[in-house]
Structure formats: C-alpha cells, structure tokens
C-alpha cells in the first residue's frame, strides 16, 4: 500500500495535531470542573495518536499497512472507548433519550453492514470497531438531547467528528485524506469546545 504525497501530508498533520492537542488537554485539565473527564478525552486523543503512529511506523517500515487486528486496530478501537467514558461522564444527569438518538448508532451499525458486504472488510474484528463507535454515538446523541447545556457545542463537535469518521471508513484515494483532514478539524473543535464548555460550566 503506498500513499499520495496528500495522504502522507495528511497523515502526518493529523499525527502532529494528536500529540500537542492530548498533551495540552491533559495539562488543561486541572482548571476545569471536570477534570477526570477531561483526562479521559485526553487519553482517547492519544490513543488515537499511537494507532496513526503504529500504522505510519509499520508502513514505512514494511511497505505495507499492518495485518488485521493490529497494535494501532486496538488503539483506534480503544479511543472510541475512551472517548464514550468521556463522553458519559460530561452528560448531564437526567438527560431525557427521545427517539432520534438511536440515529446515530443506527448509522454506525448500517456502516458496519457496508463493510463487510460490499466492502468485503474482515467481520470480527470490524464488529469490535462497530461496538465502540456504538457506544460512543448512543452517548453523543444523549448529550445533544441536553438542550441549554454549556457543553453543547462539543456535542455538537462530537457528532461532526462521529460522522466524518463514517464517511471516511467508506472513502478511498484522495476522497479517504480530505476526510481524515475533516476529521482532524473536528478533533481540534471537540478539543476547544470541551476545554471552553467545562471551564464555564456550574
């Protein structure tokens, strides 16, 4: 597998973000009322990171992406569980769930069909990838069921992020690093409306 000198530009903008914005997160913490929240975001961005890293590390190594079920599989899958511990713990108490949260995960289930029907993807470890990403989008969609909460742009951040990560996982060539570059953008954002929101928060 050879990338595109976008790709790899791509590629390597994304890794750079994820190292400062986990490092900065984590160090930003201790000023919000949320801080073991915040530390768990933070570990779901460098969970994130070492899967890039891994995969990157790998290809130029071997010349070739690395196996099924992976070193950077299990950090890619882990940031999503970081991230829904995150996610959780910053819902407000009481949220009510109308019926339209279960969009998301829905969404997220109808991608995991596509990809091991017409994409041809390996079905058990691409089912670990859909539980988590699950989970995550169920706890997002509770989130931005809580309206007038300060937090809500980052829900709402959370929801770009979750759909342009789908986007991507149906994406290939160049279309594939425009969407990793979206999906850096909306790293950034979760990362500045989270660190904005529970600073305000109370």
């Known amino acids: 597998m050879k990338l595109l000198p976008f790709e790899q530009v791509v590629n390597l903008i994304q890794m750079a973000t994820l190292l400062f914005l986990s490092n900065w997160v984590w160090l930003e913490a201790r000023r919000t009322q949320e801080e073991t929240a915040v530390h768990i975001f933070a570990a779901g961005l460098f969970s994130f990171f070492l899967g890039d890293l891994f995969w990157t590390v790998h290809l130029l190594v071997k010349g070739c992406a690395p196996a099924v079920?992976?070193?950077?599989?299990?950090?890619?899958?882990?940031?999503?569980?970081?991230?829904?511990?995150?996610?959780?713990?910053?819902?407000?108490?009481?949220?009510?769930?109308?019926?339209?949260?279960?969009?998301?995960?829905?969404?997220?289930?109808?991608?995991y069909i596509v990809w091991i029907t017409y994409m041809g993807c390996e079905p058990f470890t691409n089912a670990l990838w859909c539980v988590a990403i699950m989970l995550f989008a169920w706890q997002t969609g509770c989130g931005l069921a809580a309206k007038g909460n300060r937090l809500?742009?980052?829900?709402?951040?959370?929801?770009?992020?979750?759909?342009?990560?789908?986007?991507?996982?149906?994406?290939?060539?160049?279309?594939?690093?425009?969407?990793?570059?979206?999906?850096?953008?909306?790293?950034?954002?979760?990362?500045?409306?989270?660190?904005?929101?529970?600073?305000?928060?109370?």
Request: charge should be positive; proline fraction near 6%; include cysteine.
């Open 69 to 111: 079920f992976s070193p950077a599989d299990i950090a890619w899958i882990g940031q999503f569980v970081w991230l829904f511990s995150a996610v959780r713990s910053l819902c407000p108490k009481g949220t009510p769930h109308p019926w339209w949260i279960g969009v998301l995960p829905a969404a997220v289930l109808a991608n």
């Open 152 to 202: 809500h742009p980052f829900f709402v951040s959370a929801t770009a992020y979750l759909l342009a990560e789908l986007l991507l996982f149906l994406s290939g060539g160049v279309l594939y690093a425009v969407m990793d570059l979206l999906v850096t953008v909306c790293v950034v954002l979760m990362s500045i409306t989270l660190l904005k929101g529970v600073r305000h928060a109370g």
